[in-house]
């Protein structure tokens, strides 16, 4: 199972560089396990609240998170979760929905729990980081 964590580590590394995130984020998330989230294009670290919900995520899944992020849209504050399925046979797939602007997520509805669901979003690069653009 580690050696699968790595490789999924590994995996969302080659991720974050073909979304040219800033560099400082992938060295972050590289060197500390530590994510960014991308609100408007700006990069913020994770608050507590955040954080455990990643956490919650994870251990629920066993995927892993790579980046976040925040939008707001008319049914509530939206947390979308980039990340690396534990299916390896499944990343180049998800590889390539995320070179088209569409990767598989989950997205989580902070306002509303129940609203939550994995699904395919677009997104485009900015600023060194990410918008959620549907």
């Not at 707001?72 to 979308?80: A, E, F, K, N």
Request: aromatic share 8%; hydrophobic share 40%; proline share 1%.
């Amino acid at each position: 199972m580690n050696n699968l964590k790595e490789k999924m580590k590994q995996e969302a590394i080659g991720r974050m560089v073909s979304l040219n995130l800033h560099p400082k984020a992938i060295n972050e998330f590289k060197d500390e396990g530590k994510l960014n989230m991308s609100l408007e294009g700006f990069l913020y670290w994770l608050n507590e609240e955040q954080t455990q919900r990643v956490k919650k995520f994870e251990e629920e899944t066993k995927c892993l998170v790579y980046h976040v992020i925040q939008n707001h849209m008319t049914i509530g504050q939206m947390l979308t979760f980039l990340y690396v399925s534990n299916v390896e046979e499944e990343w180049e797939m998800e590889r390539n929905a995320l070179e088209v602007g569409l990767p598989i997520a989950y997205v989580v509805n902070v306002d509303h729990d129940i609203c939550s669901e994995f699904g395919t979003v677009r997104i485009q690069k900015h600023l060194g980081g990410l918008l959620r653009t549907e």
